[in-house]
C-alpha cells in the first residue's frame, strides 16, 4: 500500500503555462522528494525539501511543505513539451528505509 | 560507473521459470533499494541494503522472492516460481547516504518483467 497520493492523477497544458501537482502523505516524516519519470525510463530526482522547510525552489521547480497538513505542492513555471513525465513524491517511513511513492500525476505538455 | 546499471532490461519469463535481476549500483554508494512498479503505478518498495546487510525487506511480496548483495555493491533480485502477477517493471535505486532521507536516490532504467 503506498501512503503518497498525487492529485490530479493526470494534467494536460499548453507550453508556457504553469503546473501544479500536489501531494498527500499519511506519517510523520523528515523529509519529501519529488521526482520525475519519463516513459519506459528510471525515476530521476528533482528536490528534497526537508520537514523543517516551508518552501524551495530549484530553476523553474518551486516545492512546498506543510507539515501540519501532511501535503505538499510541486510547481512547474512556465512548462515546456520536454516537461511532459509523470511525477512523483516519495517519502521515507521512520527509520528511513521503506520508502513510499505515490501513484503519481501524468503531466502533458501540448506545444 | 556513470549511473546505476540493472540487466536484462527486458525478460520474458515463462510462468514456474526462476529469474534473477542484476543491479550494479554507484560505486561508493552505501544504499540499494529494489521496488516493484505495476503499470500506470508508482513503484512499490521490495528491500533496502545498507552495504551488505539487507536492513528491510518487509515490501517483498512472497518467500519466492528474495534479494542479496553479498559484497555490498552489486545486487541480485530473484523470482522463484514466476508467477503472472509478478510481471511489472523493477527499478534499483543507490544512494550515498544510509536510508533513503540522507541523499537523493539515483535510480536504474529497470528491469521489464514479463511472465506469460
Known amino acids: 500500500s503506498q501512503q503518497g497520493e498525487e492529485d490530479p492523477q493526470a494534467l494536460s497544458i499548453q507550453e508556457g503555462e504553469n503546473a501544479t501537482m500536489n501531494c498527500s502523505y499519511k506519517?510523520?516524516?523528515?523529509?519529501l522528494q519529488w521526482y520525475r519519470q519519463n516513459s519506459g525510463r528510471g525515476l530521476v530526482h528533482l528536490i528534497l525539501?526537508?520537514?523543517?522547510?516551508r518552501e524551495k525552489h530549484s530553476g523553474r521547480l518551486r516545492v512546498t511543505l506543510d507539515t501540519s497538513k501532511k501535503s505538499s505542492s510541486l510547481l512547474i513555471t512556465a512548462s515546456r513539451a520536454a516537461d511532459t513525465a509523470s511525477y512523483f513524491c516519495?517519502?521515507?517511513?521512520?527509520?528511513?528505509?521503506?520508502?513510499?511513492f505515490g501513484a503519481g500525476t501524468r503531466l502533458f505538455v501540448k506545444a | 560507473g556513470a549511473g546505476v546499471s540493472q540487466s536484462p532490461r527486458y525478460k520474458v519469463a515463462k510462468r514456474g521459470q526462476d529469474v534473477a535481476l542484476r543491479c550494479d549500483p554507484i560505486?561508493?554508494?552505501?544504499?540499494l533499494f529494489w521496488y516493484q512498479q505495476a503499470l500506470g503505478q508508482g513503484p512499490e518498495f521490495l528491500t533496502y541494503?545498507?552495504?551488505?546487510?539487507?536492513?528491510?525487506k518487509s515490501g517483498l511480496p512472497s518467500d519466492r522472492f528474495f534479494a542479496e548483495r553479498p559484497e555490498g555493491s552489486v545486487s541480485t533480485l530473484k523470482i522463484q516460481r514466476t508467477q503472472q502477477e509478478d510481471s511489472a517493471v523493477y527499478l534499483c535505486?543507490?544512494?550515498?547516504?544510509?536510508?533513503?532521507?540522507?541523499?537523493?536516490?539515483?535510480f536504474g532504467q529497470g528491469t521489464r518483467l514479463t511472465v506469460v
Open positions: 535505486a543507490s544512494s550515498l547516504a544510509r536510508g533513503f532521507e540522507g541523499s537523493e536516490a539515483f
Open positions: 506519517t510523520s516524516i523528515n523529509n
Open positions: 525539501i526537508r520537514s523543517n522547510e
Open positions: 516519495a517519502t521515507a517511513l521512520t527509520g528511513g528505509f521503506k520508502t513510499i
Open positions: 560505486s561508493g554508494h552505501v544504499s
Open positions: 541494503f545498507q552495504n551488505e546487510a539487507q536492513l528491510d
